[in-house]
C-alpha cells in the first residue's frame, strides 16, 4: 500500500467470526456487509462450518493458536478501527478473543452473541454462555441478541410479543455491558419489526417494516458488520445502529431477488 491506514478513508473492520460455506451468514456476510457500507474487511477465522441453506452439516474449530496466530498476524499489521465478534463455538476461543480484544484495545467492538442457526443448529456450546458474559460482553460497545438468545443470556422464556420483550429489559440490564440491541425480528405477532436499543438511561425504540420472506439467512451477521463498519466511519452509536438497521432492511428487501439454495437464502448486499 502507498498510504497507511491512518490516511485512508477507508477504516479497516476486523470480523471474528465463523465461516458459512454457503455464502449467507458468517465471515463471508460480515466481509459483504462490510464492504458495501464503506469499511476495508479483514477476518479472523474461528471455525468452518459446512453448512448451506438447509443448515449446519458439520463444523470444524480452528486449533487455538491458529485462531491467536491469525489475531495477531491482523492487529500487529492492521490499524483496526472496530470489530465485529460472531461465532465464537467454546470457551477457550472466547476466553483468548477476550484477552487480545484487552491487549490490543480497537476503538469499537460490537459483539454478536452468536448462539443458534436459523436452521436450529446449535453454534455456541451451551456451558459457554457464562464464560460469554463475564469476559466478552462487558468489552464491547454494543451486543446484538435477538429474542432466543437474549432469553439464554438472562435464563428467561422466548418472548412472543411486544410487551413480552420490554419486560426483558431489566433482567437485561443486570449483565455487563455498554448498550445492548434487543432485535424484535422473531416476533410472530407484529407487522413491524421492531427493536429496543437498551443504553445506560434510556431505551430508544428502532422501527421497520416487517418484510415478509423466507430469506433471511445471515441477518444477524450483517447486521452487527454493518454497524461496526458504520461506527468505524465516525457516527454515534444510535446513528451507526439507525445506519446498520437501514442496511439490513434493504438487503432483506431484496432477498427475494437472489436464487441461492432449497432453504432460508441469503439476504442480498
Ligand atoms: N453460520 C455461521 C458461521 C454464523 O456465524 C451464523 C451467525 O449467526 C450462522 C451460521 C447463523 O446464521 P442465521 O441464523 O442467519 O442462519
Redesign the pocket.
Given at each position: 500500500a502507498t498510504s497507511t491506514a491512518q490516511n485512508s478513508s477507508t477504516p479497516i473492520v476486523l470480523t471474528i467470526?465463523?465461516?458459512?460455506s454457503g455464502g449467507?451468514?458468517?465471515?463471508q456476510a460480515d466481509i459483504k456487509a462490510i464492504s458495501a457500507t464503506g469499511g476495508y474487511a479483514c477476518s479472523v477465522i474461528t471455525?468452518i462450518?459446512a453448512?448451506n441453506t438447509l443448515g449446519?452439516s458439520a463444523i470444524f474449530p480452528i486449533p487455538l493458536e491458529h485462531i491467536e496466530k491469525q489475531l495477531d498476524a491482523v492487529f500487529s499489521d492492521l490499524n483496526v478501527v472496530a470489530v465485529k465478534v460472531?461465532?465464537l463455538a467454546d470457551c477457550d476461543i472466547i476466553k483468548l478473543v477476550a484477552a487480545k480484544i484487552r491487549q490490543y484495545r480497537p476503538a469499537f467492538l460490537v459483539v454478536?452473541p452468536?448462539m443458534?442457526?436459523?436452521?436450529g443448529?446449535l453454534?455456541l456450546k451451551a456451558y459457554s454462555i457464562s464464560t460469554l458474559k463475564s469476559e466478552l460482553l462487558p468489552l464491547a460497545d454494543l451486543i446484538t441478541p435477538n429474542l432466543p438468545e437474549a432469553a439464554e443470556l438472562i435464563s428467561s422464556d422466548v418472548p412472543t410479543n411486544k410487551e413480552g420483550m420490554e419486560k426483558m429489559i431489566g433482567k437485561l440490564r443486570k449483565l455487563k455491558f455498554n448498550a445492548l440491541l434487543l432485535k424484535g425480528g422473531h416476533l410472530i405477532d407484529d407487522e413491524n419489526s421492531n427493536d429496543l436499543l437498551i443504553l445506560p438511561n434510556h431505551v430508544e425504540q428502532l422501527n421497520a417494516i416487517r418484510i415478509n420472506t423466507l430469506n433471511?439467512?445471515?441477518?444477524?451477521?450483517t447486521l452487527s458488520s454493518a454497524i461496526a463498519s458504520y461506527l468505524a466511519q465516525g457516527n454515534d452509536l444510535l446513528r451507526a445502529v439507525q445506519l446498520g438497521k437501514d442496511y439490513i432492511s434493504q438487503a432483506i428487501a431484496h432477498a427475494d431477488e437472489l436464487d441461492v439454495g432449497q432453504g432460508?437464502g441469503p439476504v442480498n448486499h
Amino acid at each position: 500500500a502507498t498510504s497507511t491506514a491512518q490516511n485512508s478513508s477507508t477504516p479497516i473492520v476486523l470480523t471474528i467470526a465463523g465461516s458459512d460455506s454457503g455464502g449467507g451468514a458468517g465471515i463471508q456476510a460480515d466481509i459483504k456487509a462490510i464492504s458495501a457500507t464503506g469499511g476495508y474487511a479483514c477476518s479472523v477465522i474461528t471455525v468452518i462450518t459446512a453448512q448451506n441453506t438447509l443448515g449446519v452439516s458439520a463444523i470444524f474449530p480452528i486449533p487455538l493458536e491458529h485462531i491467536e496466530k491469525q489475531l495477531d498476524a491482523v492487529f500487529s499489521d492492521l490499524n483496526v478501527v472496530a470489530v465485529k465478534v460472531g461465532m465464537l463455538a467454546d470457551c477457550d476461543i472466547i476466553k483468548l478473543v477476550a484477552a487480545k480484544i484487552r491487549q490490543y484495545r480497537p476503538a469499537f467492538l460490537v459483539v454478536d452473541p452468536v448462539m443458534i442457526a436459523t436452521s436450529g443448529d446449535l453454534l455456541l456450546k451451551a456451558y459457554s454462555i457464562s464464560t460469554l458474559k463475564s469476559e466478552l460482553l462487558p468489552l464491547a460497545d454494543l451486543i446484538t441478541p435477538n429474542l432466543p438468545e437474549a432469553a439464554e443470556l438472562i435464563s428467561s422464556d422466548v418472548p412472543t410479543n411486544k410487551e413480552g420483550m420490554e419486560k426483558m429489559i431489566g433482567k437485561l440490564r443486570k449483565l455487563k455491558f455498554n448498550a445492548l440491541l434487543l432485535k424484535g425480528g422473531h416476533l410472530i405477532d407484529d407487522e413491524n419489526s421492531n427493536d429496543l436499543l437498551i443504553l445506560p438511561n434510556h431505551v430508544e425504540q428502532l422501527n421497520a417494516i416487517r418484510i415478509n420472506t423466507l430469506n433471511t439467512h445471515g441477518t444477524g451477521c450483517t447486521l452487527s458488520s454493518a454497524i461496526a463498519s458504520y461506527l468505524a466511519q465516525g457516527n454515534d452509536l444510535l446513528r451507526a445502529v439507525q445506519l446498520g438497521k437501514d442496511y439490513i432492511s434493504q438487503a432483506i428487501a431484496h432477498a427475494d431477488e437472489l436464487d441461492v439454495g432449497q432453504g432460508h437464502g441469503p439476504v442480498n448486499h
